[in-house]
């Protein structure tokens, strides 16, 4: 392999570390209290959730990316692959979104409150009013559900992207699609480190930590890429 054909995949395997962690920032995650509804999203961890969407969107990239006629190295090519990612990302979070929705409103009966605005930028409606006393918001309001789309979408688009990167570097699709799971788990460790607890969205106070998980992401992804590209070497 000539040098374009190892530091083109290393830039990416980089640049999609960087995507995956900053995904999960936009991501509402509510853990445990989310969970007994008196906090705002989805009730299971940052990592876990932001893995889940990932994973979907990282099979989504690989299916498009192993139709007939595909190239790897088209420009076109990738951005319909990573298109896929993200369409198949969206589609697992907003229909665990929905489901967690319906749950909250029709069984445990709370409404859509966000606690980090006083506002919902997209419909306007004031959310202190509708906030339990005593807990942090509940159930998973308009700017919570949109942020979590983005998040979704930029996870899907870095999952693909590492697939593909992976690929370039000679490996079969079980083993790309293996260190693909192994590389995305990394990044959104990092970024539940850096996030420390829930977050809600794009409006959260904790959101404003991304470019430090962005930092770390790129560096432990630029580490893991580099030990990545002497792997396909044979080193």
Do not use: R, W
Request: glycine share 16%; hydrophobic share 50%.
């Amino acid at each position: 392999m000539d040098a374009v054909s190892l530091i083109l995949p290393l830039a990416e395997i980089t640049v999609a570390g960087a995507i995956i962690n900053a995904s999960v920032h936009f991501i509402p995650v509510g853990g445990a209290p989310a969970a007994m509804a008196t906090s705002t999203g989805v009730g299971t961890g940052t990592t876990q959730l932001a893995a889940g969407a990932g994973f979907t969107g990282l099979m989504a990239a690989a299916v498009m990316a192993a139709q007939k006629g595909i190239n790897l190295m088209n420009p076109a090519h990738l951005a319909i692959i990573l298109l896929s990612g993200a369409v198949g990302s969206m589609i697992m979070l907003g229909l665990t979104m929905l489901i967690g929705q319906l749950i909250y409103v029709f069984g445990v009966g709370v409404v859509p409150a966000a606690d980090k605005c006083d506002k919902d930028p997209f419909t306007g409606d004031y959310q202190k009013s509708y906030i339990t006393p005593g807990t942090t918001g509940h159930a998973i309001p308009t700017v919570c559900f949109i942020s979590g789309l983005i998040g979704a979408a930029l996870g899907g688009i870095g999952g693909g992207l590492a697939y593909i990167a992976f690929k370039q570097l000679g490996f079969d699709s079980g083993i790309a699609g293996i260190v693909a799971i192994g590389f995305f788990f990394m990044n959104a460790v990092l970024a539940s480190y850096n996030i420390g607890g829930t977050i809600e969205g794009f409006h959260d106070p904790k959101f404003k930590k991304i470019p430090n998980g962005i930092i770390a992401s790129f560096v432990a992804s630029l580490v893991a890429g580099a030990i990545i590209t002497g792997m396909s070497l044979g080193i």
